[in-house]
């Protein structure tokens, strides 16, 4: 049974971090790409970071770069998102996307709150 489960969100004061995990069963992790996506309400999931299989490649979008990080672990079966310098607008559920050529399984989510 595939699962994925994010854990690591919570409310954060503006300029901090937090560092989200997502662990992964039921498949066989390495041979997935992995990215992070995040929502808020009444707003299409964005695409936030993404890391291929092997973690040799990664990607962000532009509202991220330089502020967070994707990485695996694939003995862990586990990805993660490194978020620094956190701002207001990073508030959202973030999600984590496990794809292949034939599969795309989805997390639960985790809520991130940046407030003061």
């Known amino acids: 049974q595939v699962q994925l489960v994010e854990s690591g969100g919570g409310l954060v004061q503006p300029g901090g971090s937090l560092r989200l995990s997502c662990a992964a069963s039921?498949?066989?992790?390495?041979?997935?790409?992995m990215n992070w996506y995040r929502q808020t309400p009444g707003k299409e999931r964005e695409l936030v970071a993404s890391?291929?299989?092997?973690?040799?490649?990664?990607g962000y979008a532009d509202s991220v770069k330089g502020r967070f990080t994707i990485s695996r672990d694939n003995a862990k079966n586990t990805v993660y998102l490194q978020m620094n310098s956190l701002k207001p607008e990073d508030t959202a559920v973030y999600y984590c996307?496990?794809?292949?050529?034939?599969?795309?399984?989805w997390g639960q989510g985790t809520q991130v709150t940046v407030s003061s």
């Open positions: 996307n496990a794809i292949s050529i034939s599969h795309s399984y």
């Open positions: 890391i291929t299989g092997d973690g040799a490649i990664t």
């Open positions: 039921g498949f066989t992790f390495s041979l997935y790409s």
